[in-house]
């Protein structure tokens, strides 16, 4: 197989761009390729989609390792590219937007798996969209921006953990697998990327009541520099007073700030809440 530098080089050179409109960088490092294939956890019986495909340089690999693949990308002339240029591969191509996609349309009630180079500028929306869809998915395994990838991964008590780290890891198990200079693309982005592979599940005891949850959350990180007592006064619109027996019932030191509270401790504070 023609190694991926190579082919990135011929099809730009007949005509392929990749456009800053929709954030795309092409992959161009074979062992990177390699290893998101082998991080995906792809086998015949499961089926898969890849958001985002490119020049294809993972189609390529994915093709034949999964039961289906789709292939769903927004870009009609680099669909068309890639509906030329792979054309013999078992591969169901789909023109459109991945905001939009739900992965049950693909393959109804079974479980499948996700993989994408995820563009920068709407990963947060796509993560959202997607967890959004855990019954359906076993694993997604998707490429974001370094700092992206650390936000998703961190443990209470830092600067990295936040709403974003919360919503991640209630409907998954993340691991920060694999760095990805910049020199893997071309052109090369200004920023170094990760692989984050992720095991979905629901977090233990988490309530049906995302909803709550996550209010309270986001309330919680509103004003992240002040305590969780203010910060939830805040964006709850609520008295101290109030706020207070709400933590003290939930364990919570009012006096403490909102990265250092765990998923745990949210949801105790969202039973709270509920039975009030």
Do not use: C
């Amino acid at each position: 197989m023609e190694n991926a530098l190579n082919y990135t080089r011929r099809l730009m050179k007949a005509g392929a761009k990749a456009r800053k409109s929709l954030g795309q960088n092409f992959l161009i490092d074979d062992e990177v390729i390699a290893a998101i294939v082998k991080l995906s956890g792809v086998a015949a019986e499961i089926p898969a989609v890849e958001i985002g495909p490119g020049l294809g340089v993972l189609t390529r690999l994915l093709a034949g390792q999964t039961g289906r693949l789709w292939a769903v990308e927004l870009d009609q002339n680099l669909l068309a590219l890639l509906r030329r240029e792979l054309r013999s591969a078992p591969v169901e191509w789909v023109q459109g937007d991945a905001l939009k996609l739900h992965v049950r349309d693909l393959w109804g009630e079974q479980k499948g798996i996700l993989i994408g180079n995820l563009p920068y500028y709407i990963t947060s929306p796509l993560l959202e969209h997607y967890l959004q869809q855990a019954d359906h998915l076993l694993s997604m395994t998707i490429m974001v921006q370094q700092e992206v990838a650390r936000r998703m991964v961190a443990e209470p008590g830092g600067k990295d953990y936040g709403v974003l780290s919360i919503a991640v890891q209630t409907a998954a198990e993340p691991e920060l697998a694999l760095a990805v200079p910049r020199a893997a693309f071309l052109p090369s982005p200004q920023v170094d990327s990760a692989v984050v592979r992720l095991r979905l599940r629901p977090f233990p005891g988490l309530s049906a009541d995302q909803g709550m949850f996550f209010r309270l959350v986001k309330a919680a990180f509103g004003q992240r520099r002040k305590t969780v007592l203010n910060s939830l006064s805040a964006g709850l619109g609520r008295v101290k007073g109030e706020v207070e027996e709400m933590l003290t019932q939930a364990g919570i030191d009012g006096g403490r700030r909102a990265e250092t509270i765990s998923i745990a401790e949210y949801i105790r504070l969202t039973e709270v809440e509920r039975s009030r």
